[in-house]
Protein backbone atom coordinates (compact mmCIF):
# COMPACT_ATOMS: atom_id res chain seq x y z
CA UNK A 1 0.00 0.00 0.00
CA UNK A 2 2.17 2.60 -1.50
CA UNK A 3 1.02 6.75 -0.43
CA UNK A 4 3.75 7.77 -2.38
CA UNK A 5 4.92 7.05 -5.77
CA UNK A 6 8.58 5.92 -6.85
CA UNK A 7 9.57 4.26 -10.08
CA UNK A 8 10.40 0.16 -9.72
CA UNK A 9 13.98 0.29 -10.87
CA UNK A 10 16.78 2.11 -12.18
CA UNK A 11 19.79 1.22 -13.49
CA UNK A 12 23.05 2.82 -13.98
CA UNK A 13 26.51 2.14 -14.46
CA UNK A 14 29.54 2.48 -12.08
CA UNK A 15 30.73 5.90 -11.04
CA UNK A 16 27.83 7.21 -12.54
CA UNK A 17 25.36 9.36 -10.88
CA UNK A 18 21.65 8.09 -10.01
CA UNK A 19 18.76 10.07 -9.38
CA UNK A 20 15.66 8.66 -7.35
CA UNK A 21 12.44 9.73 -7.37
CA UNK A 22 9.40 10.08 -4.93
CA UNK A 23 6.26 11.84 -5.51
CA UNK A 24 3.54 12.54 -2.79
CA UNK A 25 0.83 15.16 -2.63
CA UNK A 26 0.60 18.71 -0.52
CA UNK A 27 -0.26 16.64 2.75
CA UNK A 28 2.97 14.83 2.85
CA UNK A 29 5.89 15.49 0.53
CA UNK A 30 4.87 19.15 -0.23
CA UNK A 31 4.06 19.99 3.65
CA UNK A 32 7.08 18.66 5.43
CA UNK A 33 9.83 16.87 3.09
CA UNK A 34 10.70 13.54 2.65
CA UNK A 35 12.79 10.85 4.32
CA UNK A 36 15.00 8.34 2.00
CA UNK A 37 16.27 5.12 3.19
CA UNK A 38 18.26 2.30 1.98
CA UNK A 39 17.54 -1.30 2.54
CA UNK A 40 19.89 -4.14 1.68
CA UNK A 41 19.10 -7.71 1.02
CA UNK A 42 18.40 -9.31 4.65
CA UNK A 43 18.90 -6.09 6.63
CA UNK A 44 16.92 -3.57 8.38
CA UNK A 45 16.66 -0.24 6.36
CA UNK A 46 18.97 2.12 7.36
CA UNK A 47 18.80 6.22 7.10
CA UNK A 48 20.12 8.62 4.54
CA UNK A 49 18.74 11.99 5.11
CA UNK A 50 15.85 13.38 6.71
CA UNK A 51 13.77 16.53 6.44
CA UNK A 52 14.62 16.87 2.02
CA UNK A 53 18.46 17.02 2.74
CA UNK A 54 19.93 16.63 5.85
CA UNK A 55 22.68 13.52 6.22
CA UNK A 56 22.96 11.30 9.80
CA UNK A 57 26.32 11.00 10.16
CA UNK A 58 28.01 8.18 8.93
CA UNK A 59 26.14 8.74 5.53
CA UNK A 60 28.35 9.30 2.90
CA UNK A 61 28.50 12.81 1.03
CA UNK A 62 27.88 11.15 -1.65
CA UNK A 63 23.96 10.58 -1.28
CA UNK A 64 22.21 14.22 -1.80
CA UNK A 65 18.34 14.48 -1.25
CA UNK A 66 16.47 17.69 -2.11
CA UNK A 67 12.94 18.35 -3.19
CA UNK A 68 10.56 20.35 -5.10
CA UNK A 69 6.99 20.66 -4.59
CA UNK A 70 5.87 17.61 -3.43
CA UNK A 71 8.17 15.69 -5.36
CA UNK A 72 11.88 14.44 -3.31
CA UNK A 73 14.82 13.53 -4.78
CA UNK A 74 17.70 10.70 -3.90
CA UNK A 75 20.74 11.68 -6.00
CA UNK A 76 23.98 9.08 -5.43
CA UNK A 77 27.21 10.13 -6.78
CA UNK A 78 30.10 8.14 -7.73
CA UNK A 79 27.95 5.02 -7.83
CA UNK A 80 30.03 1.93 -6.18
CA UNK A 81 28.43 -2.11 -6.25
CA UNK A 82 27.52 -1.34 -2.28
CA UNK A 83 25.05 0.98 -3.53
CA UNK A 84 23.05 -1.52 -5.08
CA UNK A 85 19.73 -1.74 -2.57
CA UNK A 86 16.26 -1.02 -2.50
CA UNK A 87 15.94 2.76 -1.60
CA UNK A 88 12.69 3.79 0.15
CA UNK A 89 11.11 7.56 0.69
CA UNK A 90 9.11 8.27 3.84
CA UNK A 91 7.00 11.16 4.98
CA UNK A 92 3.91 12.17 7.50
CA UNK A 93 0.99 12.51 5.99
CA UNK A 94 -1.36 15.12 7.77
CA UNK A 95 -4.39 14.30 6.02
CA UNK A 96 -3.85 10.58 6.82
CA UNK A 97 -2.70 11.04 10.14
CA UNK A 98 -0.51 8.33 9.43
CA UNK A 99 3.22 7.74 7.83
CA UNK A 100 3.58 6.76 4.15
CA UNK A 101 6.39 4.97 2.05
CA UNK A 102 6.82 5.33 -1.24
CA UNK A 103 7.20 1.52 -3.09
CA UNK A 104 10.69 1.66 -3.13
CA UNK A 105 12.89 1.52 -6.25
CA UNK A 106 15.38 -1.32 -7.11
CA UNK A 107 18.89 0.42 -7.88
CA UNK A 108 21.20 -1.93 -10.35
CA UNK A 109 24.48 -1.42 -10.41
CA UNK A 110 25.94 -2.12 -14.03
CA UNK B 1 25.01 3.85 21.07
CA UNK B 2 21.43 3.46 20.31
CA UNK B 3 19.38 0.11 19.62
CA UNK B 4 16.40 -1.40 19.31
CA UNK B 5 16.31 -5.43 20.40
CA UNK B 6 13.39 -7.19 19.30
CA UNK B 7 12.13 -10.89 20.17
CA UNK B 8 12.68 -13.41 18.06
CA UNK B 9 10.79 -15.38 15.25
CA UNK B 10 7.52 -16.59 15.89
CA UNK B 11 4.88 -19.13 14.21
CA UNK B 12 1.61 -18.63 14.67
CA UNK B 13 -1.88 -20.41 13.41
CA UNK B 14 -4.38 -18.16 11.80
CA UNK B 15 -6.78 -16.68 13.97
CA UNK B 16 -4.03 -16.83 16.53
CA UNK B 17 -2.61 -13.20 18.63
CA UNK B 18 1.00 -12.24 18.43
CA UNK B 19 2.87 -10.26 20.48
CA UNK B 20 6.43 -9.16 19.42
CA UNK B 21 8.92 -6.95 21.42
CA UNK B 22 11.44 -4.14 20.85
CA UNK B 23 13.97 -3.00 23.79
CA UNK B 24 15.83 0.56 23.21
CA UNK B 25 18.57 1.27 24.82
CA UNK B 26 21.46 4.28 24.74
CA UNK B 27 18.61 6.96 24.86
CA UNK B 28 16.25 7.91 27.50
CA UNK B 29 13.07 5.66 26.64
CA UNK B 30 10.53 8.26 26.79
CA UNK B 31 12.08 10.72 24.55
CA UNK B 32 11.22 9.29 21.59
CA UNK B 33 8.42 7.96 19.55
CA UNK B 34 8.68 4.08 18.69
CA UNK B 35 6.84 3.25 15.48
CA UNK B 36 6.36 -0.51 13.77
CA UNK B 37 6.69 -1.38 10.28
CA UNK B 38 6.24 -4.26 8.32
CA UNK B 39 7.34 -6.05 5.29
CA UNK B 40 6.25 -8.56 3.46
CA UNK B 41 7.76 -11.02 1.67
CA UNK B 42 9.63 -9.42 -1.36
CA UNK B 43 7.29 -6.35 -0.80
CA UNK B 44 7.73 -2.43 0.31
CA UNK B 45 7.43 -1.18 4.01
CA UNK B 46 4.22 -0.73 5.19
CA UNK B 47 3.94 1.37 8.47
CA UNK B 48 1.40 -0.01 11.25
CA UNK B 49 1.40 2.71 14.33
CA UNK B 50 3.40 4.13 16.86
CA UNK B 51 3.32 5.03 20.86
CA UNK B 52 5.11 7.41 22.76
CA UNK B 53 6.17 5.72 25.61
CA UNK B 54 6.10 9.43 27.52
CA UNK B 55 2.27 8.80 28.03
CA UNK B 56 1.22 5.73 25.93
CA UNK B 57 -0.72 7.77 23.24
CA UNK B 58 -0.49 5.71 20.33
CA UNK B 59 -1.43 6.35 16.59
CA UNK B 60 -2.55 3.09 14.60
CA UNK B 61 -2.61 2.91 11.02
CA UNK B 62 -6.63 2.80 9.85
CA UNK B 63 -6.00 -0.83 8.09
CA UNK B 64 -5.21 -2.21 11.34
CA UNK B 65 -7.31 -0.53 13.71
CA UNK B 66 -9.38 -2.99 15.98
CA UNK B 67 -6.99 -5.49 16.14
CA UNK B 68 -3.40 -3.67 16.66
CA UNK B 69 -2.03 -2.84 20.17
CA UNK B 70 0.75 -1.15 21.34
CA UNK B 71 1.62 -0.94 24.83
CA UNK B 72 5.11 0.51 26.72
CA UNK B 73 6.66 -0.63 29.83
CA UNK B 74 8.78 1.65 31.66
CA UNK B 75 9.73 -0.21 34.41
CA UNK B 76 11.61 -2.41 31.31
CA UNK B 77 11.95 -0.07 28.54
CA UNK B 78 10.34 -2.11 26.54
CA UNK B 79 7.15 -1.66 23.97
CA UNK B 80 5.17 -4.47 22.85
CA UNK B 81 3.37 -4.73 19.43
CA UNK B 82 0.20 -7.52 19.58
CA UNK B 83 -1.63 -7.79 16.35
CA UNK B 84 -5.17 -10.13 16.53
CA UNK B 85 -6.91 -12.47 14.62
CA UNK B 86 -3.80 -13.44 12.50
CA UNK B 87 -4.41 -14.48 8.76
CA UNK B 88 -1.64 -15.59 6.21
CA UNK B 89 -1.23 -11.80 4.65
CA UNK B 90 -0.25 -10.89 8.02
CA UNK B 91 3.37 -13.09 7.62
CA UNK B 92 5.43 -10.60 7.32
CA UNK B 93 8.97 -8.67 8.69
CA UNK B 94 8.08 -7.05 12.00
CA UNK B 95 9.95 -4.31 12.96
CA UNK B 96 10.62 -1.34 15.71
CA UNK B 97 11.68 2.09 14.66
CA UNK B 98 12.59 4.74 16.62
CA UNK B 99 11.35 8.55 15.39
CA UNK B 100 13.76 11.29 15.20
CA UNK B 101 13.67 14.38 13.48
CA UNK B 102 11.11 13.91 10.28
CA UNK B 103 12.32 10.33 10.14
CA UNK B 104 12.70 6.82 11.18
CA UNK B 105 16.60 7.13 12.47
CA UNK B 106 16.97 3.83 13.98
CA UNK B 107 15.79 0.43 13.56
CA UNK B 108 15.25 -3.00 15.36
CA UNK B 109 16.67 -5.93 13.58
CA UNK B 110 13.65 -7.39 12.60
CA UNK B 111 10.84 -10.18 13.75
CA UNK B 112 10.26 -12.77 11.42
CA UNK B 113 6.15 -14.11 11.40
CA UNK B 114 4.89 -16.43 9.66
CA UNK B 115 1.08 -17.29 10.05
CA UNK B 116 0.46 -20.91 8.71
CA UNK B 117 -2.05 -23.96 9.07
Known amino acids: QAGLTQPPSVSKDLRQTATLTCTGN????????AAWLQQHQGHPPKLLSY???NRPSGVSERFSASRSGSTASLTISGLQPGDEADYYC???????????FGGGTKLTVL | QVQLVQSGPEVKKPGASLKVSCEPS????????IHWVRQAPGQGLEWMGL????????TYARRFQGRFTLTSDMSTNTVYMELTSLRPDDSALYYC??????????WGQGTLVTVSS
Open chain 1, 26 to 33: SNNVGRQG
Open chain 1, 90 to 100: SAWDKGLNAWV
Open chain 2, 97 to 106: AREGPGAFDY
Open chain 2, 51 to 58: INPGDDGT
Open chain 2, 26 to 33: GYIFTDYY
Open chain 1, 51 to 53: RDN
